[in-house]
């Protein structure tokens, strides 16, 4: 085990998120957050009047035994735990949020009594969207896109015009599922400054 200080190396590989996992003679064994200001991260803005329906994407995944719904309080140690370990500590700190709201604000993608994926809203800012993050074995089969349509659903339903996906890590992924433009000027954001270990 290792640390790597001062500017990211040119093997960073992985983005998930706010985090970069660093690669070393082929070995992973550091995990930099990027979410205080270390790198290029912005805030993306969605029109909520102008989303595609979530209605097609549900159905796709309903076919292949996976379910998209909102969390419920009986599974907040299972929730947290399953993004604690793939996610880190600050995303779990921003999901524990989410379930003190009523209804809860997390998302949860369900195959087989098991946790897929999950999204969260109304965490870290009022009329924020984020974090989500898809088991890595199941990318690429539209769960994200179900988990950011129900959530920003969601978020029109309950009066929002507008949401704010906080230090968007993917923006092509935004930009390509719900048309989300860059906010200019917002990276660090509101995370600026952000405690350290
Ligand atoms: C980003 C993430 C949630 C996407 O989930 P996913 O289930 O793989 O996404 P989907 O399969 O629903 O993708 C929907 C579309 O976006 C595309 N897409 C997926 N990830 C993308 C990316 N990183 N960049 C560009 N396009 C992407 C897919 O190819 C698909 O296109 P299609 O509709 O033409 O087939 C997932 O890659 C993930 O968990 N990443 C790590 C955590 C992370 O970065 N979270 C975001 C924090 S801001």
Redesign the pocket.
């Known amino acids: 085990m290792g640390t790597i200080t001062g500017k990211l190396p040119a093997h960073v590989d992985i983005?998930?998120?706010?985090?970069v996992h660093l690669r070393f003679a082929g070995k992973k064994f550091h995990k930099k957050s990027l979410r205080n200001g270390d790198g290029f991260?912005p805030d993306m803005l969605v029109k909520l009047y102008q989303l595609p329906e979530s209605d097609p994407?549900r159905k796709q995944l309903s076919a292949n035994g996976i379910e998209i719904r909102r969390a419920i309080a009986p599974e907040k140690h299972l929730v947290l735990d399953w993004i604690k370990e793939r996610?880190g500590e600050g995303?779990t700190s921003e999901c524990e949020v989410a379930f003190t709201n009523q209804p809860v604000s997390c998302y949860i993608?369900v195959q087989n009594q098991k946790m897929v994926?999950f999204?969260c809203y109304d965490a870290t800012c009022r009329n924020f969207f984020?974090?989500?993050?898809?088991?890595?074995s199941?990318?690429?089969?539209?769960?994200?896109?179900?988990?950011?349509l129900a959530s920003l659903h969601a978020m029109h339903a309950i009066g929002y015009g507008y949401a704010i996906?906080?230090?968007?890590?993917?923006?092509?992924?935004?930009?390509?599922?719900v048309h989300a433009t860059i906010i200019e000027d917002s990276s660090p954001g509101i995370y600026r400054g952000m405690l350290k270990r």
């Not at 983005?15 to 985090?19: A, I, L, V």
């Not at 199941?138 to 950011?148: D, Y």
């Not at 996906?165 to 599922?177: L, Q, R």
């Open positions: 983005f998930e998120g706010y985090s991260m994407v996610f995303w993608a994926g999204a984020g974090p989500m993050g898809v088991e890595e199941a990318r690429v089969h539209g769960i994200g896109k179900g988990l950011l996906i906080g230090s968007a890590g993917p923006t092509e992924f935004y930009s390509k599922v």
